[in-house]
């Protein structure tokens, strides 16, 4: 990521979204490898897929100039998980499109840093890339990322509701939750 892409991001009070770096990478595996961040993903990743993770992420900034960011929090941890946006790998009646998102490291939960954190992104998505909406997506019990998802303002239409095309069919977790954010400029 370039510096003036992350210069160019709103700092949250607590948080700094920021680039990656490679003392990132054994937290993030650490992070990927919690079955209780994991309990809404189809799997727990091991050292090697963490790191092709943040791989894709990188590669995903290159391409699109805006990606997900590394959580630092002011005083407190230099890493904690990631909030960003990124444009979907798979096709769906919502896609292309722009979908908010965050993966916090459990020991940090319930502490608000996800929202902060993503409502720094929206900010970002709306102002600096002129965004006209962006989405996020969930399965139906992850209650944590749907408040997440309130708290934002983002609206849930069920008629939006999808089968995950990267799961098979039968997995529990196929079922997702779509909720829309639009930008509404002032008047």
């Not at 160019?8 to 937290?27: G, I, N, Y």
């Not at 897929?49 to 943040?54: A, G, I």
């Not at 954190?117 to 019990?141: D, M, N, Q």
Request: glycine share 4%.
């Amino acid at each position: 990521m370039k510096d003036d892409v992350e210069k160019s991001v709103p700092r949250a009070v607590r948080l700094r979204l920021c680039e990656w770096r490679d003392e990132d990478l054994a937290a993030f595996a650490d992070l990927n490898a919690d079955p209780r961040m994991a309990e809404h993903l189809p799997k727990t990743l091991t050292r090697t897929e963490s790191d092709q993770f943040v791989s894709r992420i990188c590669a995903h900034f290159e391409k699109h100039g805006f990606g997900l960011w590394a959580v630092e929090v002011s005083d407190v941890a230099s890493f904690i998980g990631f909030v960003g946006l990124s444009v979907p790998r798979f096709d769906a009646h919502f896609t292309p499109c722009s979908e908010i998102g965050w993966r916090i490291a459990h020991s940090y939960w319930n502490r608000g840093y996800a929202t902060e954190g993503a409502r720094a992104a929206v900010t970002y998505a709306f102002s600096e890339l002129g965004l006209s909406e962006i989405v996020s997506f969930t399965v139906p019990h992850n209650l944590a990322s749907r408040r997440v998802m309130e708290k934002l303002k983002m609206s849930h239409d069920p008629s939006d509701d999808f089968d995950h095309p990267m799961l098979s069919e039968g997995d529990p977790l196929r079922r997702h939750v779509l909720c829309r954010l639009k930008n509404r400029p002032s008047p």
